[in-house]
């Protein structure tokens, strides 16, 4: 009786110290994929900081957004993998890499991180870079609509883009006045960064 009693203790304990090392393993990799984006703040922009020069290459961090997007597919509510995936879709789509104004694709790529980085706010998450991020997102969105041109869109579609830039606008100039409160130090960058066109047509 008391060899079974000791038995089953050191049987429950082997499975304990499994899950224990399993757990480490899975934070390990975890820390290791989010190490492959390092994500810094420069001048008031979101930058990933590899060295890279000019446009990201896209194809360098395919494994990685694949991990995010099949990571997000069973946990939605991954607020990290929200942040870093939105960082993706910013940088890959920034007009700065993707100087075609009038590329839709870009500008659902650009709505698609919105979403994510505004999800990933409602979820909680503290984090200054993320408040960057929304904040540089806004921004984007409204240099997207500002290129647009008469000829493209009929006068219900021009009220309602010139809708959509005015609200992008307003929010992107919001957080970047509540960036140069938050981070004073660095409140020139942040008041820089502000919309200052108006729409087009």
Not at 101 to 115: M, P, S, V
Not at 160 to 165: E, H, N, P, V
Request: charged content about 25%; glycine content about 4%.
């Amino acid at each position: 009786m008391i060899i079974k009693k000791i038995n089953t203790n050191l049987l429950l304990m082997s499975k304990c110290n499994l899950v224990f090392i399993i757990l480490i393993i899975l934070s390990v990799k975890s820390t290791f994929s989010f190490a492959q984006l390092p994500v810094q703040v420069r001048s008031g922009l979101i930058d990933i900081n590899d060295g890279t020069i000019g446009k990201p290459n896209a194809n360098k961090y395919s494994a990685l957004t694949d991990s995010l997007d099949k990571n997000l597919k069973t946990h939605p509510n991954d607020t990290s993998s929200l942040f870093f995936r939105a960082v993706l879709y910013l940088s890959f789509n920034k007009v700065m890499v993707n100087p075609d104004l009038g590329n839709k694709i870009a500008f659902n790529n650009l709505i698609i991180a919105k979403n994510m980085a505004e999800k990933a706010i409602t979820l909680k998450m503290q984090n200054f870079y993320l408040k960057v991020l929304r904040a540089e997102i806004y921004r984007e969105l409204s240099f997207r609509l500002g290129g647009d041109e008469s000829w493209k869109f009929n006068s219900k579609q021009i009220a309602d883009r010139r809708k959509q830039f005015n609200q992008y606008k307003e929010l992107a100039n919001k957080y970047y006045d509540e960036l140069a409160v938050l981070d004073n130090g660095n409140a020139y960058d942040y008041q820089k960064l502000k919309v200052t066109n108006k729409y087009p047509l």
